[in-house]
Each structure stands twice: as C-alpha cells, then as structure tokens.
C-alpha cells in the first residue's frame, strides 16, 4: 500500500505522514498512531472529520425541512440568510425558529455535541449552547413539546404516544 493510499485510509494528511518521517515535526499523536493502525489492519476506516461535519450538516438541515413542513412554513424559509441577522423581518423570524429547533434536535436527540454540531452550521459552540438553553424554554410551551415529541419520534422510530 503506499504512503498515500494509507494516509486517504487513516484521514491523515500525507504532509502530515512526510513531516514525522523527515524530521520536521517530532512525533504523531497517539489517536494518529491509532488511526494508521486501524488503516493497516483494515478494519473499520476512521471517519474523517469532514465527513462527520457534513453528516451533521445533512442531518441538520433534515431537520430543518421537518420543522418547516410541520410548522407550515413555506419553502422560502429554508433560504432566508442566517447570517442577516434581519430581526423585523417576519420571514427571518420563521426560518430562526426552525433552525433553533433544528440545532437543538441534533444536539439533544442525536447526542452530537455542540462544537461539531456548530462547526457543521457556521455557529459557534456558544452559540450553540445558547440555543439550546432557549428551545427547551420554548418546552414550557406544551404545543413546542409535542411538535419536538412528534418530530423526534420521526426520527428515531419510536411512539409518540408512549
């Protein structure tokens, strides 16, 4: 196998691999050594973090589109900038919301932390957070707590009713 077949295996960058075997940086990390080692086993090849990030950006915005059909919300939602911050804007109010509850989905019912969950979205580990903290404010509300009931039982394939 060479180097950079092994490397695209083990998600190691092959400047990475070339840096330890000429000297210019020391040593690997031990998750590296694991990595190589799963690689050459051929085992179970390790998730890159790219990947993961973009599974959890597709999850997310399945999610997006759930909260959105469930809401009643059209299309335009879907695309409203979130980074325009427009907070008079009726439609930019919609589409917040069902990102909100879309973040808080992937985090809570999924168990993906905040920081990949917010290095998949654009948003920051804080941010993540803070929306997190508001949704389940939003549960107080019991039509907020069945739609997320209703929503998650989707998802993972349980009763809604139980």
């Given at each position: 196998m060479s180097v950079s077949a092994l490397c695209r295996r083990a998600c190691v960058p092959v400047t990475t691999y070339w840096r330890v075997a000429t000297g210019r940086k020391r040593k690997w990390w031990p998750q590296t050594y694991r990595r190589f080692e799963t690689a050459l086993r051929g085992k179970q090849v390790p998730r890159c973090r790219a990947e993961a990030d973009k599974m959890i950006g597709d999850l997310y915005r399945a999610y997006v589109v759930i909260f959105a059909k469930e809401l009643?919300?059209?299309?335009?939602?879907?695309?409203?900038?979130?980074?325009?911050?427009?907070?008079l804007d009726v439609q930019w109010r919609a589409s917040a919301y069902v990102r909100s509850l879309a973040v808080y989905c992937v985090t809570i019912e999924l168990g993906v932390t905040?920081?990949?969950?917010?290095?998949?979205?654009?948003?920051?580990?804080?941010?993540?957070?803070?929306?997190?903290?508001?949704?389940?404010?939003?549960?107080?509300?019991?039509?907020?707590?069945?739609?997320?009931?209703?929503?998650?039982?989707?998802?993972?394939?349980?009763?809604?009713?139980?």
């Open positions: 009643g919300h059209a299309a335009e939602v879907l695309v409203a900038d979130p980074q325009a911050r427009s907070n905040g920081a990949r969950v917010g290095r998949a979205v654009g948003l920051t580990r804080a941010a993540v957070s803070q929306i997190n903290r508001r949704v389940q404010d939003f549960r107080d509300d019991p039509k907020v707590d069945a739609l997320l009931e209703r929503v998650g039982s989707l998802v993972s394939n349980r009763d809604p009713l139980l």
